[in-house]
């Protein structure tokens, strides 16, 4: 089993914020993850803007930050506190998602799926270096999305 929670930093918690947990434990157990523990932080741009700013040297707002805590352990295995791998944190602007819906042309639910996926899979180790589709870690991101397409979150 994994533990997964959501806070809300400058934005209210999203009343479907619980079935974007349910959503992440179906994309841990598709990825083969079990025991982790992570977070999913729903703010705005401003206060993404500044964790992208600190931590990333980059003054702009994002859509998603990733904060790894341990190093990922093999898919399956238990972490190394209490039994539990503490992944990390994963920061979402609600306000850059919204936007990116409207830019790419898709539901809000789909584009959120896809930065939860997105995040999940930095946290496991995974990266890329641009965003070409051809990126083994989009790739997954998007077999994910496909496998799960039957999930929703936002209504």
């Known amino acids: ?9 400058e934005v209210p918690l999203p009343p479907w914020s619980a079935a974007s947990l349910r959503f992440v434990r179906k ?4 990825l083969d993850r079990d025991r982790w523990e992570l977070s999913i932080l729903y703010c705005s741009d401003r206060f993404i803007r500044g964790l992208n700013s600190r931590y990333r040297n980059h003054d702009e707002a994002t859509d998603i930050l990733s904060f790894p805590q ?8 238990p972490g190394k506190r209490r039994g539990y791998y503490a992944a ?9 998602l919204v936007k990116n819906a409207e830019y790419f042309g898709i539901p809000a639910d789909e584009e959120l799926r896809r930065l939860l996926i ?11 270096r641009t965003n070409e589709e051809s990126e083994p870690m989009l790739l ?15 209504p």
């Open 118 to 128: 997105h995040g999940i899979l930095h946290l496991t180790g995974m990266d890329h």
């Open 27 to 30: 994309v841990l157990k598709a």
């Open 70 to 77: 341990e190093h990922s352990p093999p898919p399956g295995s």
């Open 88 to 96: 990390g944190d994963i920061a979402i602007s609600l306000d850059t």
């Open 140 to 154: 997954l991101q998007e077999k994910i999305l496909t496998n799960l397409t039957e999930e929703r979150i936002i």
């Open 1 to 9: 089993m994994n533990r997964v929670e959501a806070n809300a930093e």
